[in-house]
């Protein structure tokens, strides 16, 4: 059984196929208010509000500071991902008693932020969760809010000036007002949880269980060879909703205290498997600031509510963001499984198309980067067609040891040029030991030509590939003599 709270009133389900989305399980129990656009997290048409307990304890006084407000796409995200969270959807916005509209409503309607509509329950939802958090009207901060919503009738104009009006009115309500009840019902689910059996769905012959320990998880897949885990869902449900798959036994990590450890220490920051990226990406941030923008367009914020890093790693995605990164920053993988745990190096871990050194049975647990170190020089570039919420073409990381202007070290890594994420082995020698002149520029990016065959395929041609590498390399080796960063983010075929 799982149990959450479906606007303020508490909810168990048991009985429902596991691959069923959020969406389609809302919809066929007659809350229409969320529309389905693309069915593939693209759209945001589905957004939807998912409210937690805050992970770490705050004041006391700041009552809306205990709960985190996350937007979540409802058509990729499980049925099951609901446990013990409180679900909010458009249908619960407006006041039940007077019928007024919610203030982020009130704004959309005052600035004329919709035509067809159809794209509005998943902009408000966006606004709403983003209205809980610290909004600010800096264009960036709301075109950050609102990546993953798309509309194609009215215009954005209208929808960021309404967005821009809620941030400078910061308007309090309802769910402000009643934060100390949702918290004590949120602290209720989980303590009738810590009671119960690990939250499951079953029909069907199908099941989804969620596990709430590492051993747990470990041994429901040795017993079950076939079970497949899951976290975020936001690559896996895409084989429901685009493939048509089905899965017989869906292990659920979200819930695996050991894969949400956050650490950071003197030598490595350490990334539990299943600590959603927007948790995850700010930590790094700290420490390499070159990343922000790479993540700030990893999907969109409802894609990296949930999205995690173990995940990202285990699709072993030729084009996935953070293994290109992860390979030039030299990260390790901790993996778990029946036989304990194992490091292994990021260098080894991707073995051929999609493919990972993961034996059967076994999880990413953890993701170990190491701290910057004196020297060292971080270049981070992701070239994608469109600028938000764009799976990559070509993604570039330079990492250099520079001592005053010569290469003493170079790991240089690319996702989008080979089956697997790759380092550019020739390219690194080429760059080490020289100067940061165009000499070794223009040797390093003939030597970078040499590593790749990359293929054509709609994100870009082989050509178009190619060249964007060596441009990308000639950005990373100017900014590293301090020049301003040239501003290439958009891809053309
Ligand atoms: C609209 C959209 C935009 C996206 N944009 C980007 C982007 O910009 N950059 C990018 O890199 N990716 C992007 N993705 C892909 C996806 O969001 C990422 O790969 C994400 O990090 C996957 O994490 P997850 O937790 O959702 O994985 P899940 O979907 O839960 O799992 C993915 C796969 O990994 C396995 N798995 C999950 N966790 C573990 C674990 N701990 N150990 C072993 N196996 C595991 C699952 O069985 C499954 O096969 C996007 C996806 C969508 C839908
Ligand atoms: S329906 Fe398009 S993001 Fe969900
Ligand atoms: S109002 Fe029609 S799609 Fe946005």
Known sequence: M??????????????????????????ASGRVGTKEGCASGDCGACTVTTVHLAEAPVDSAADTADLDYRPVNACIALLGSLDGCQLLTVEDLADPVTGDLHPVQRAMVDRHGSQCGFCTPGFVMSMFAWMHGEPTTDRHDVDTALSGNLCRCTGYRPIIAAARDVATARPT?????????????????????????????????????????????????????????????????????????????????????????????????????????????????????????????????????????????????????????????????????????????????FVDYRRTVLAPGELVAAVEVPTPSDGWFLSVSKVSKRLDDDISAVCGMFHLALSDDVITDARVAFGGMAATPARARACEQALVGGRLDDATLEAARTALADDFSPIDDMRASAAYRTRVAGNLLERAVREARGEDRLRVTTAAT
């Not at 920051?269 to 790094?284: F, M, N």
């Not at 700290?286 to 790693?313: C, K």
């Not at 901790?334 to 490091?343: H, L």
């Open 2 to 27: 799982i149990r959450f709270l479906l606007g303020d009133e508490r909810v168990e389900v048991d009985d429902v196929d596991p691959n069923t989305t959020v969406l389609d399980w809302l919809r």
């Open 173 to 349: 309500d309802r769910f402000d007002a009643a934060a100390t009840t949702t918290a004590a019902s949120l602290a209720d689910l989980a303590e009738t949880r810590a009671d119960d059996a690990a939250a499951s769905l079953a029909h069907g012959g199908r099941r989804w269980t969620a596990p709430r320990s590492l051993h747990e998880a470990i041994t429901v897949l040795a017993e079950e060879p076939a079970a497949t885990p899951v976290s975020g869902a936001t690559d896996l449900a895409l084989a429901i909703t685009q493939d048509d798959r089905r899965f017989g036994t869906l292990v659920d990590l979200s819930r695996v205290p050991e894969l949400h450890v956050l650490e950071v220490d003197e030598d490595r920051i350490v990334v539990g498997a299943a600590v959603p990226l927007v948790t995850a990406a700010p930590v790094l941030a700290t420490h390499w600031p070159a990343v922000t923008e790479l993540f700030e367009r990893y999907g969109s914020v409802p894609i990296r509510s949930r999205a995690t890093l173990g995940g990202n790693l285990s699709t072993a995605s030729p084009i996935g963001d953070s293994p290109p990164l992860l390979l030039a920053l030299d990260a390790t993988v901790v993996v778990a499984g029946p036989d304990g745990r194992r490091r292994v190096a990021i260098d080894d871990f």
